[in-house]
């Protein structure tokens, strides 16, 4: 068991009384509140200190709302230590006002624009898109790369066009684990972790599974595979919670991983459950 205080790298918020969120129509589940308390009770006994939010996809135009909500969380709850925050990248190089609106918050870290749900196979590689990227740094921030597994080609060459960029992976590149597809998966990751401005996030693992049977034993494959080709000072934990709670408890994800890094020294477990999140997210 994880016997020291964990850094969730990607946690979502909702506050359905201020935001919209439209894809909730299709997983009422989640259409709710979910606040850092409930949180809170749903990783006991296990203890969350350090939390980065991650954007929720509320309809446009709020997502500079939704940023600035979560500063507001910060300020009353000294555990919210990071936000990762939406912006229309798509947009290009005017963006760059909106995330110099979003960089005068204390708690803004990085950005993440869903690539996921975008039908255009070229959509991060329009110029006006790696455009707006590259104005990251001069804001120190980093980005969320949210993909499905068949996204990976464009995604590793847009990663290419910004070489000053900090990139994180979430959901390790979403495999088709619930189809037992580990390839061309396992050759995108392997080429990913050669790109040095990339980390990668061990989280919504369950969720590409079947909600209602996978296993442990089906998860270590990927699992492995991405410790193997990053290696334990480029992966962090995420918790993806609350859409983990589709395929179980907070807990479950926690205990997938304790156990399958259970060969791993101390060090290389504080790294993957703490200390990554906090130099990544610089909490």
Known sequence: MIDFPITDTHVH?????????SWASGAPKLGRDWTVHDLEQSAKPYTV????FVEVDVDMPQYLEEGEWVQQLADSDSRLKGCVACL???KGEPVEEEMERLARLPVMRGIRRLIQNKTDPEFVLRPDFIAA???????NFS??????????????EYVRKCPEVSFILDHIGKPGIRDGLMEPWKRHIREMSQ????MCKLSGVTTEADHENWTREQLRPYIDHVIDSFGFDRIMYGGDWPVSTLAGKYTDWVEVLDWATK????EEKRKLFRDNGIRAYRL
């Open 49 to 52: 200190e350090n939390i980065v």
């Open 88 to 90: 229309p990248l798509e």
């Open 13 to 21: 918020l909702l506050d359905t009384r201020k935001f919209k969120y």
């Open 133 to 139: 990227t590259r104005k990251l740094p001069k804001f």
């Open 143 to 156: 980005f969320d790369i949210c993909i499905y597994h068949h996204q990976f080609g464009d995604v590793i």
């Open 263 to 266: 060969g791993c020294t101390p």
């Open 195 to 198: 790109l040095p401005n990339v």
